[in-house]
C-alpha cells in the first residue's frame, strides 16, 4: 500500500525568504506524484506533478519539486514567497490514472510580513 | 470552462438524520472520485467511478455511505443515520482517464456539520 508523510505540520516563514516543504512516500509499484494548494474554503489546486521524465519538476505560481527515487522523498520549493502564498499544502501519490490519490497530512504554510 | 461543482457548499445535519451531497463533474470526464477531508487531515479516499460503475468502494467507512452516478455523470454521496464523526468535508474530483492526462480536478466541497 502507498503512504505519503509530510514532514512538517506547519512552516513559518518571512516574505521573499526560500521556502520548502517536505514530501516522502512509500510504494512498491511506479508512482506518480503531485503537489496541490488548498486556500480557506476552498478546494484543491494542482501545483506541479511528476509522471516520468525529468526529476526537476515546474509548476504554478513559481513552485517547484525534485523527484528523488532514492529518497523517495518529492519535496517542494520556491525561492522567494509571497503572503499570498499562505495556504495548506498537500503532497500526494497515484499509481496511474484511474487510481485514487493517497494524500499526506498536509503543511500550513505561513508567510509572515 | 466550468469546473466541478458541489452543492450544498455547507450542510449542517443532527444526528441520525440522511444527507445527500451532489457533485456536477466537468463535462466529458470519465472518472469520478470522492474523497473525504477531516480538520485538520488530508483527503481520504471514499470511492470511484468510471463512467456509472463504481469500481472501488473500498473507503466507504461503513455501510452507512452509499455513492451512485447512474447515467455516468453527476454523482450522489449519501450518508444514512449521520453521527458525528461523519463531520468533515467531503471533496469530489474527476478526470479524463488517457493515461497521459489523469489529474483529478477538485470541486470547492461541501462542509458537513452534524450536531
Known amino acids: 500500500a502507498q503512504s505519503v508523510t509530510q514532514l512538517d505540520s506547519q512552516v513559518p516563514v518571512f516574505e521573499e525568504a526560500p521556502v520548502e516543504l517536505r514530501c516522502n512516500y512509500s510504494?512498491?509499484?511506479?508512482?506518480?506524484l503531485f503537489w496541490y494548494v488548498q486556500y480557506p474554503n476552498q478546494g484543491l489546486q494542482l501545483l506541479l506533478k511528476?509522471?516520468?521524465?525529468?526529476?526537476l519538476v515546474k509548476g504554478i505560481n513559481g513552485f517547484e519539486a525534485e523527484f528523488n527515487k532514492s529518497q523517495t522523498s518529492f519535496h517542494l520549493r520556491k525561492p522567494s514567497v509571497h503572503i499570498s502564498d499562505t495556504a495548506e499544502y498537500f503532497c500526494?501519490?497515484?499509481?496511474?490514472?484511474?487510481?485514487?490519490?493517497?494524500f499526506g497530512g498536509g503543511t500550513r504554510l505561513m508567510v509572515k510580513p | 470552462g466550468a469546473g466541478v461543482s458541489q452543492s450544498p457548499r455547507y450542510k449542517v445535519a443532527k444526528r441520525g438524520q440522511d444527507v445527500a451531497l451532489r457533485c456536477d463533474p466537468i463535462?466529458?470526464?470519465?472518472?469520478l472520485f470522492w474523497y473525504q477531508q477531516a480538520l485538520g487531515q488530508g483527503p481520504e479516499f471514499l470511492t470511484y467511478?468510471?463512467?456509472?460503475?463504481?469500481?472501488?468502494k473500498s473507503g466507504l467507512p461503513s455501510d452507512r455511505f452509499f455513492a451512485e452516478r447512474p447515467e455516468g455523470s453527476v454523482s450522489t454521496l449519501k450518508i444514512q443515520r449521520t453521527q458525528q464523526e461523519d463531520s468533515a468535508v467531503y471533496l469530489c474530483?474527476?478526470?479524463?482517464?488517457?493515461?497521459?492526462?489523469?489529474?483529478?480536478?477538485f470541486g470547492p466541497g461541501t462542509r458537513l456539520t452534524v450536531t
Open positions: 510504494s512498491s509499484v511506479s508512482v506518480y
Open positions: 467511478f468510471q463512467n456509472e460503475a463504481q469500481l472501488d
Open positions: 500526494a501519490a497515484s499509481k496511474g490514472a484511474g487510481n485514487m490519490l493517497t
Open positions: 463535462s466529458g470526464h470519465v472518472s
Open positions: 511528476y509522471l516520468s521524465g525529468s526529476t
Open positions: 474530483a474527476s478526470s479524463l482517464i488517457r493515461t497521459s492526462i489523469f489529474e483529478q480536478y
